[in-house]
């Protein structure tokens, strides 16, 4: 039961160019979501997050766009740097008190090349 | 320390032999979270503490999963006559509460 898809298992960009990552859930009860980094050996990080009142949220390179009816998130860095390169896993959370509540998808790795 | 730490990063244990795996939380954090992350995959959900009480534990896989953290602190996952099939990075996470999770850098425990 896969709850939180993230399609691609890997994208490739220039640097410089927009790098877009794509997520989608299944269950309309989902009202918070996150995205994390993870290099490799290290554990995941906090990248942004957005809740379910609002339909973007930017900080400085990324912007996080929550399409509700579609159940689809995506994150958009630009310009792409070589350090972004990554597994970025979406993640869902069913309330904001309900804190253990959270779905992750398998990730994409992002590469980007000089 | 500054963030949350893992022991060990690795383990390798042969198929029957039981191992304990140890998460050290951000000082302060009352919330603690165990992942399982199979090869290819996203963090699964194991269970969760608030302090010393374990309050959803829905995600370990069998009852040869267990974890404590007895002093609301230090917690332990122990797995018990280990099988092949629970070769992942296991994640420990900590908030302060219904907030961000920080994760340390996991244990990667393999099977043989």
């Known amino acids: 039961d896969q709850q939180v898809k993230q399609n691609s298992p890997s994208l490739s960009v220039q640097e410089g160019r927009i790098s877009i990552l794509n997520c989608d859930y299944t269950n309309s009860m989902f009202d918070y979501f996150l995205w994390y980094k993870k290099y490799p050996a290290e554990g995941p990080t906090f990248l942004i997050s957005?809740?379910?009142?609002?339909d973007k949220n930017e900080d400085g390179r990324f912007t996080v766009f929550l399409n509700k009816s579609a159940k689809h998130l995506s994150l958009h860095i630009v310009p792409s740097q070589p350090g972004d390169s990554a597994v970025y896993f979406c993640?869902?959370?069913?309330?904001?008190?309900?804190?253990?509540?959270?779905?992750f998808g398998a990730g994409t790795r992002l590469t980007v090349k000089p | 320390g500054a963030g949350v730490s893992q022991s060990p990063r690795y383990k390798v244990a042969k198929r029957g032999q039981d191992v304990a795996l140890r998460c050290d939380p951000i000082?302060?954090?009352?919330?603690l979270f165990w992942y399982q992350q199979a090869l290819g995959q996203g963090p699964e959900f194991l269970t969760y503490f608030q302090n010393e009480a374990q309050l959803d534990k829905s995600g370990l896989p069998s009852d040869r999963f267990f974890a404590e953290r007895p002093e609301g602190s230090v917690s332990t996952l122990k797995i018990q006559r280990t099988q092949q099939e629970d070769s992942a990075v296991y994640l420990c996470?900590?908030?302060?509460?219904?907030?961000?999770?920080?994760f340390g850098p996991g244990t990667r425990l393999t099977v043989l």
């Open positions: 993640a869902v959370k069913g309330a904001f008190y309900n804190n253990n509540d959270m779905r």
């Open positions: 000082s302060g954090h009352v919330s």
């Open positions: 957005i809740s379910s009142i609002k």
């Open positions: 996470a900590s908030s302060l509460g219904a907030d961000l999770q920080f």
